[in-house]
């Protein structure tokens, strides 16, 4: 099994070797990933990432309730709910 996080494109760039390159924020954390998988993402869509590739993209009405998800996860673990 695979987790794929979704965080929205803030640039998007090419690195030395060519490949597009897409600063990547995951709710307040920015990373890099590598948007080669999705050359159709732009500036502002959400996609999915898994180990550092954007591997599809999504709307922000899924995004969003991704992250609600994850929040009602983080809020289990921090009330020690199974």
Do not use: N, W
Not at 40 to 59: N, Q, T
Request: net charge negative; proline share 4%; hydrophobic share 45%.
């Amino acid at each position: 099994m695979c987790l794929g996080i979704p965080g929205k494109v803030l640039s998007i760039s090419a690195d030395e070797g060519g490949l597009a390159t897409g600063r990547i924020d995951f709710s307040g954390i920015v990373k890099d990933a590598c948007l080669a998988y999705v050359p159709e993402a732009k500036v502002g869509d959400y996609v999915i990432i898994h180990a550092g590739f954007a591997i599809s993209i999504l709307d922000e009405a899924q995004a969003q309730e991704t992250f609600k998800y994850l929040d009602e996860l983080d809020r289990a673990a921090a009330e020690g709910t199974p």
